[in-house]
């Protein structure tokens, strides 16, 4: 029967108690130095044992510091796309945006005037409308839903849609000789 490995207590013991001597010889300022570079170390093996992001906003701790990983700050959109001005961010891949170029877009037409005068500011009542944009818009989304609908009737009415749901495109103000379509 092979004899177990021995263990290094006493070289252990030595070199600690080597240790507790050495720093207690070291001036304050050395010590000071050697205790920030042990928190800098405890930090990056902090950020090291984040190293699955995978799913990390389904895992957020509202104490940790996220503002001092760089893996998780993408920057600022600094970058601007030499084929169709768009602003990026730092890292964003080239052909993101336009597909280097491949893709032209129109450009923007201006909106009809009673929206101009909201978006630049003219109108009196741009402020608010600037300020509460995301509520009209929310509004006027499902206005121009199109689809093939089955009505069932019986003990609970449903509605179906059939096939593929589509875009409508019409005036949300009726002529005046005809009922509202859209909205």
Do not use: W
Request: one cysteine or more; aromatic letters at 8%.
């Amino acid at each position: 029967m092979p004899r177990g490995r021995r263990a290094n207590i006493g070289r252990r013991t030595r070199h600690a108690s080597q240790q507790q001597v050495y720093s207690q010889n070291l001036s304050e300022e050395r010590q000071n130095i050697i205790r920030a570079n042990a928190r800098m170390r405890q930090r990056v093996s902090t950020r090291r044992s984040l190293a699955s992001y995978n799913r990390l906003a389904f895992q957020y701790d509202p104490t940790a510091n996220y503002n001092d990983d760089e893996n998780l700050d993408i920057g600022p959109m600094t970058t601007i796309c030499r084929y169709c001005n768009a602003l990026k961010f730092k890292r964003e891949t080239a052909g993101l945006c336009c597909a280097s170029g491949k893709v032209k877009l129109d450009p923007l037409l201006t909106p009809p005037q009673p929206l101009k005068s909201l978006f630049d500011g003219s109108d009196p009542d741009s402020s608010h409308f600037l300020q509460h944009i995301l509520e009209y818009n929310n509004c006027f989304r499902m206005t121009s839903f199109g689809a093939n609908i089955i009505r069932e009737g019986g003990f609970m009415p449903t509605c179906k849609i059939q096939v593929q749901i589509y875009h409508l495109h019409g005036s949300m103000v009726p002529t005046p000789d005809e009922p509202h379509q859209f909205l």
